[in-house]
C-alpha cells in the first residue's frame, strides 16, 4: 500500500466521528457481547472526558483525534491531543522539554496519543482487524504530517502494547521502557490461596493488614452498575478532590466526568466505599476490563490504618480472583505495592523528535535508561513476597 491510498483526517470532537465506526476499530472484541479488553479508548470514556470539560480548551489537552481511511472505509483511529504542558501523562517528559528549551526551542505544543490521566497499557492505534500493521502505519504518517505542518517539537505514544512498541520501533520511532507495578492471578480459587503462595511473613503481615482495615468500624461494599448511585459520586468527588490537590495541585478531572461515567460507564466501574455510620467515609475507583481491573483513583476524609491497601488493592484482588480476571494493574508508582504481590513489568511507548540531533541524544539516554529498568525489574522481583520455590515453611 502506498500512502497516497489512505486518507488521514483530524477532528477536535468525537461528535464527528460516528460511535460505532470508532468502536470498530477501538474494541471490535466487543462484537460478542462481552466488555472492551479496556474501557478508555471506547467511545463512550473519550467522550465523558470530552462532554465534561475534562479536555479541551483550558485543559492543556486539546482533542485531535486522528481517523484512517482506506477506499472510503474507516480503518484506524487514533486518541490523540494537541498537548500545552506534560501534565496527566505518567511517562514523563519533562527533562526532555527542559533540555529542549534550554537550547533555545519551543516544546510546547507537542502531539500527545493517550487516554488522558490514565496510566493504563492498552492499545493506541486502534485498528480494525487484519488491518493492525498498515493501519498503524498509516497513524503514525497522519500525527508526524500534523507534526511537522505545524513546526510541533514531538510526537509520543504512551502505554501503547508492547506489539505497537516493536512496530513502532521498526517504522522508526524511538522505543522507551519504564515500569509499573501488576498483581497477576494465578488461577486462584480465593484470597487465602493466593496468600498461600506467599512467604510466611509476607502472609502474616497482609492478614493482619486486612483485620486491621476491616476492623475501622464500619463496612465495606463494592459497587457496579446499577448499585452505583449519584450520591456516590458526590461522596468520591470529595475524596478525588483531596487526592487531587494533593498529589497534582488541581484535579485532573471534572466533577462532570463523574455525572457522564455515571450515565455512560457505569457498567464498566468497581467503586468500592468504605462506610461509616451511614457515610462514606473512603473509596477506590477501578474500571473494568475484559480480563483486567484498573485501579485508577483513590481518596478518604477519615484516617484508618491500612484503609488504602485494603480498598485499593486487597478488595481489587478479591473482585479480580471472583471474576476470574487475570491482573490487576492499580496504576502508576509505588513500590509499597510490591510487597503485596504487585510485581514490576514493563511499560512501553513511542516518541518522536523533530530534532534529529536531540533525537539522537535522546536514544542513548533511552538506552542507558532501559538498562537500568531491566536491572530494576530483576532486581525488586527478587523482593517480592512469593515463596521461593526452595523454602521450607511452618506455621
Avoid at 497482609?206 to 476492623?215: L, S
Avoid at 495541585?249 to 455525572?259: K, N, S, V
Avoid at 481491573?293 to 479480580?320: I, K, N, P, S
Avoid at 542513548?364 to 520455590?389: C, H, M, N, S, W
Amino acid at each position: 500500500m502506498t500512502e497516497a491510498e489512505y486518507e488521514i483526517s483530524a477532528h477536535g470532537s468525537l461528535t464527528e466521528i460516528p460511535r460505532e465506526e470508532w468502536d470498530a476499530c477501538a474494541c471490535p472484541e466487543t462484537a460478542d457481547g462481552g466488555r472492551p479488553f479496556d474501557p478508555f479508548t471506547t467511545w463512550r470514556f473519550l467522550k465523558a472526558l470530552e462532554d465534561s470539560r475534562s479536555v479541551g480548551t483550558g485543559s492543556g489537552w486539546q482533542p485531535r483525534y486522528l481517523v484512517a481511511r482506506l477506499g472510503g472505509e474507516v480503518i484506524g483511529v487514533a486518541p490523540l491531543y494537541a498537548k500545552g504542558h506534560s501534565q496527566g501523562e505518567y511517562i514523563f517528559d519533562h527533562n526532555w522539554a527542559h533540555a529542549w528549551e534550554r537550547a533555545g526551542g519551543r516544546y510546547y505544543p507537542k502531539l500527545q496519543q493517550a487516554v488522558p490521566f490514565t496510566p493504563a497499557t492498552g492499545r493506541r492505534f486502534l485498528t480494525k482487524p487484519g488491518h493492525e500493521s498498515d493501519g498503524m502505519s498509516a497513524l503514525v504518517q497522519g500525527a508526524l504530517r500534523i507534526a511537522e505542518q505545524n513546526g510541533l517539537s514531538s510526537f509520543h505514544a504512551t502505554f501503547c502494547t508492547e506489539e505497537e512498541a516493536e512496530r513502532g520501533a521498526e517504522i522508526g520511532l524511538l522505543h522507551r521502557v519504564t515500569q509499573q507495578y501488576h498483581w497477576s492471578n494465578r488461577g486462584y480459587a480465593d484470597f487465602d490461596a493466593f496468600l498461600a503462595d506467599l512467604s510466611s511473613r509476607k502472609r502474616k503481615t497482609i492478614r493482619k493488614e486486612r483485620r486491621t482495615a476491616q476492623g475501622f468500624g464500619g463496612e465495606i461494599v463494592q459497587l457496579t452498575g446499577d448499585d452505583i448511585r449519584p450520591e456516590h459520586w458526590d461522596a468520591f468527588w470529595t475524596f478525588y478532590q483531596d487526592t487531587g490537590a494533593r498529589k497534582w495541585g488541581t484535579p485532573y478531572l471534572t466533577r462532570a466526568f463523574f455525572d457522564c461515567a455515571h450515565e455512560t460507564l457505569r457498567d464498566d466501574i468497581l467503586l468500592v466505599l468504605a462506610i461509616r455510620e451511614g457515610r462514606p467515609v473512603a473509596g477506590a475507583l477501578n474500571f473494568i476490563g475484559r480480563e483486567t481491573l484498573y485501579g485508577r483513583y483513590w481518596g478518604a476524609v477519615e484516617h484508618h490504618d491500612c484503609l488504602h491497601f485494603e480498598l485499593c488493592y486487597y478488595q481489587a484482588m478479591d473482585f479480580a480472583i471472583a471474576h476470574g480476571m487475570g491482573r490487576v494493574e492499580a496504576g502508576a508508582q509505588g513500590e509499597h505495592k510490591l510487597a503485596r504481590g504487585y510485581l514490576p513489568v514493563e511499560i512501553h511507548s513511542l516518541h518522536w523528535l523533530a530534532d534529529p540531533n536531540f533525537a539522537n541524544a535522546v536514544a542513548e539516554y533511552l538506552r542507558a535508561e532501559r538498562a537500568a529498568v531491566d536491572q530494576d525489574i530483576e532486581v525488586l522481583t527478587t523482593y517480592g513476597p512469593f515463596r521461593k520455590t526452595t523454602e521450607e515453611e511452618q506455621e
